[in-house]
């Protein structure tokens, strides 16, 4: 959903920042547009995927890639060409996944990648009991189980998937909820007015693929999350916890395993916990997908900066 063409739209509107498209044509048929950053920092002009810090996934916008470019010497060529008439010095093309919608990455399987997380997802079945039966980890699956019947027992749960136009809990709560939670963390974030803006715009523009999940418990909203929703997959994006009240019941897990219901009942065929591999996503989940970054340069200047990342790289993943 982050590549889609309204979600740029509105991304980009207003900033002034460096963007370029390049649109790639076939008998004057679009079958590819790139759309980058050019993001100028330390002294670098660095070509980016636009998103790079905001988006969960970022990549090219393909249709039939592969029946235009159809071998990696074409697809070298045709790379060297758009980096021939760019004005940068570093390249670095983070949050890559190895599909998009089923179709190859070019920009993974032709260049030169390194694995540096796992989108872990729920590749969803015909029924909720069903899934839950096939969840491998049985620790986690009896201990999450006895909490929540626990918690239904002795309260008055509801869940409910709203629109993104509901009166009940508007968006800007759940994003302010989410900043003091994290500020409280001391966690660095980005949510900053432009994404209170960027949400305001989406929601005018395309409030079918927003959802906000919210968990009550006597009538009182405990948690919530902000959802999305394109091609048949659930993006499990914005989780947010209003009260400690029941945190003993552990309420986040359990408005997770109402949205994961939903998303079965509603027929999607993917619940995905989006960027992050922590091990509650993991738990839940039956597949996974890795997130790739590329970088090379251009220039002597750019050279050097692609020294101290893989400096840094590799001591990030040592093990003292």
Partial sequence: IFQKYYFIKNFISNKKEKFIFVVLLSNKKVFCILPFHINEKYGLKILQWIGTKEFDYCGPIIDNFYQYVGSEKIFTKLWKKILDNLNIDFIFLNKQLK???????????????????????????????????EISNKKFLNEFQRTKIKLVDENNVEFTNLDINNNELELESIIKQKINFLEKKKIKHLLNQEMFELFSRLKKDDPNSIKIGILKVNKEIIAANIGFIFNKRFYYYMPVIFSEKFSKFSPGKVLISFLIKWSIINKLEIFDFGLGDENYKKYWSNGSENLSRHFSFKNLKGFIASCFVRIFIFFKNLNF
Wanted: without cysteine.
């Fill in 99 to 133: 599909k998009i919608n089923n179709v190859e990455n070019p920009f993974v399987f032709y260049l030169n990648n390194n694995i540096f997380s796992k989108v872990f997802l729920i590749n969803l079945v015909s029924s909720y009991e069903k899934y839950i039966k």
